[in-house]
T-cell receptor, first 112, second 115 residues
Framework: LAKTTQPISMDSYEGQEVNITCSHN???????ITWYQQFPSQGPRFIIQ???TKVTNEVASLFIPADRKSSTLSLPRVSLSDTAVYYC?????????????FGQGTTLQVKP | DTAVSQTPKYLVTQMGNDKSIKCEQN?????MYWYKQDSKKFLKIMFS???????INETVPNRFSPKSPDKAHLNLHINSLELGDSAVYFC??????????????FGPGTRLTVL
């Protein structure tokens, strides 16, 4: 499973756009990029997944450059309730679970 | 309706005791997992089961013994608890084996404190 690197923490203010970048230099051809969100005292929950270019859903957008060695999770107009830890995970669909390590994640603090 | 549930939510116990954490999913998934999250927020997989069969045991001490009576349940029994076992334990499930690219559904977690 490709190792990922994210900033440990980020601060933002309500109404701003937040971009969290994840580096995954050793990403394999069949790997997907998945982001999870974890609120305090809760389990992580799936936000978005992509393979290349751009993916958008009602919660976030995911930008993946052509070389796929990094990805950026974009949260539009954050609110206080977006304060959470965000994890980037890289791996194939199906097959051997391998070493599913979520890493330390990025702790996003949204301020009023 | 809770998709993945765990009991208990909090567990405080003494060193040397044996305890169990239960997990159930009502999503009809084939695969279930146990994760351990330490104080630094690292979330690391411990076990994965697919259709009641153990698939992955990630260098977890044999004091930890998962048990899957059916594919909707994956319980975790811990013998001779140690201080270092204090952490939050998450159960998760996915439709099939997740190599990182399949969406996993997590339970609310069980905070284990060993005194």
């Amino acid at each position: 499973l490709a190792k990922t690197t994210q900033p440990i923490s980020m601060d933002s203010y309500e109404g701003q756009e937040v971009n969290i970048t994840c580096s995954h230099n050793n990403i394999a051809t069949n790997d997907y990029i998945t982001w999870y969100q974890q609120f305090p005292s809760q389990g992580p929950r799936f936000i978005i997944q992509g393979y290349k270019t751009k993916v958008t859903n009602e919660v976030a957008s995911l930008f993946i450059p052509a070389d796929r060695k990094s990805s950026t999770l974009s949260l539009p107009r954050v609110s206080l309730s977006d304060t959470a830890v965000y994890y980037c995970l890289v791996g194939p669909r199906g097959g051997n679970t391998g070493k599913l390590i979520f890493g330390q994640g990025t702790t996003l603090q949204v301020k009023p | 309706d809770t998709a993945v549930s765990q009991t208990p939510k909090y567990l405080v116990t003494q060193m040397g005791n044996d305890k169990s954490i239960k997990c159930e999913q009502n999503l009809g998934h084939d695969t279930m997992y146990w994760y351990k999250q330490d104080s630094k927020k690292f979330l690391k997989i411990m076990f994965s089961y697919n259709n009641k069969e153990l698939i992955i045991n990630e260098t977890v001490p044999n004091r930890f013994s998962p048990k899957s009576p059916d594919k909707a349940h994956l319980n975790l029994h811990i013998n001779s608890l140690e201080l270092g076992d204090s952490a939050v334990y998450f159960c998760a499930s996915s439709p099939n084996l997740a190599g990182g690219g399949n969406e996993q559904f997590f339970g609310p977690g069980t905070r284990l404190t060993v005194l």
